[in-house]
C-alpha cells in the first residue's frame, strides 16, 4: 500500500507540474469513471468468492487443493482456473477465497496459472473462431507446462520470504473476502 501511496503522490505532483489543477481534476474524473466500471464487477467476484468460502468449507478446499493434497491439489487448481469465468475481478477474490479457505501455495499457483493462460472461455470463444484450432491447440500444449512449473517454482521462492511475510499472507489471505482472519493455517 505504501507502494501505491508512494506512486499516486509522484504521478500526481508530475501531472500538476505539467498540467497544473486540470491535470489533476482530469486524473481524478478519469479515475471516478473507472472506479463506476469496475464496482459492478468487483462487487459480483467479492460476492462469488464468499459465497464460494460457504460452499466449500475449508477442510474440503485442504483437503483437494491444500499443501498436502500433490499432483491432485495441483490438478484440481489447473482445472478449476480453466474453467473459471470472468476477469481479474472475479478471479482474484475467488483466489483470495481459496487461500483463507485452506489452499495451498503450489495448488493456488497452478490454479492462477492455468486461469491466466489456458481458460476455457478464452479457448472457445475467441481463440478457435480466430486464429482456428491448430494455433489454438499448439499454444495449448505449450502453455500447459506453465502451471506445473508455476506450481513447482512459487512455493520454493514462497519459502525464500522471510518467515513474517510468509505467515502474514496465510493469516490475512482472504480476509478481504471472509470479513475475518484465518485461524492457525496450512
Known amino acids: 500500500m505504501l507502494i501505491t501511496l508512494t506512486l499516486l503522490v509522484g504521478v500526481s505532483a508530475l501531472a500538476y507540474v505539467q498540467q497544473g489543477t486540470d491535470g489533476l481534476l482530469q486524473g481524478v474524473d478519469n479515475a ?12 459480483m467476484g467479492m460476492l462469488l468468492a464468499g459465497m464460494l468460502t460457504v460452499l466449500f468449507p475449508p477442510a474440503m478446499v485442504g483437503r483437494w487443493m491444500g499443501d498436502d493434497a500433490g499432483m491432485v491439489g495441483l490438478a484440481v487448481g489447473m482445472v478449476v482456473g480453466m474453467l473459471s469465468p470472468g476477469g481479474p475481478y472475479v478471479v482474484y477474490p475467488v483466489a483470495a477465497s481459496l ?3 485452506g489452499a495451498g501455495v503450489a ?3 497452478g490454479f492462477l496459472a492455468a486461469r491466466n493462460l489456458i481458460t476455457a472461455n ?6 478457435i473462431p480466430f486464429l482456428g484450432v491448430p494455433l489454438t491447440l499448439a499454444r495449448i500444449i505449450a502453455s500447459l507446462w506453465f502451471p506445473i512449473v508455476a506450481a513447482v517454482l512459487v512455493p520454493l521462492v514462497f519459502r525464500m520470504m522471510p518467515e513474517r511475510s510468509r505467515d502474514l499472507t496465510r493469516l490475512t489471505g482472504g480476509s478481504v473476502i471472509t470479513g475475518r482472519k484465518r485461524e492457525g493455517g496450512s
Open 122 to 127: 478464452r479457448t472457445f470463444v475467441w481463440e
Open 107 to 109: 495448488p493456488l499457483s
Open 32 to 43: 471516478w469513471h473507472l472506479v463506476l466500471g469496475a464496482v459492478p464487477f468487483l462487487s
Open 99 to 101: 487461500l483463507a479457505s
